[in-house]
């Protein structure tokens, strides 16, 4: 389904976002300095916790407003979100890139955006 193109061309679509690259070559999406989409491959720890539930696919990281919209994604599709320890207590949650569609990538980016910009340019996007 989705691919990293798709994300970089979802991202760059809202207002204020830019693509960097990690030292690893990693991408990443930020909105006015602050990350709201990246790549993530999973670590050895996140293997071993999740065990053969682990994806064998791209997994990207969204920030989410808070724990209780996480909470909502991980139980709405448990086949597309997921999380592990490392992200207790963080907002965001990790997404089986490969079993988005084009309308929930849109949705999840669009989201994340929100999560991470200024409260103006929210509310600037909001407007237009």
């Known amino acids: 389904m989705a691919d990293w193109d798709d994300v970089a061309r979802v991202a760059l679509a809202?207002?204020?976002?830019?693509?960097a690259r990690s030292a690893s070559g990693r991408r990443r999406w930020l909105v006015r300095g602050k990350t709201f989409l990246r790549e993530r491959p999973l670590h050895r720890k996140d293997l071993d916790e999740l065990g053969p539930d682990a994806p064998a696919g791209p997994v990207m990281v969204a920030s989410v407003p808070d724990e209780g919209a996480k909470a909502a994604l991980l139980a709405a599709d448990p086949d597309v979100y997921f999380t592990t320890s490392h992200f207790d207590g963080w907002a965001a949650v990790l997404c089986r890139l490969d079993r988005l569609d084009g309308t929930a990538l849109s949705e999840?980016?669009?989201?994340?955006?929100?999560?991470?910009?200024?409260?103006?340019?929210?509310?600037?996007?909001q407007e237009v």
């Open 14 to 19: 809202l207002p204020g976002t830019a693509e």
């Open 108 to 125: 999840l980016a669009g989201e994340a955006w929100a999560a991470r910009a200024p409260r103006r340019l929210v509310l600037d996007h």
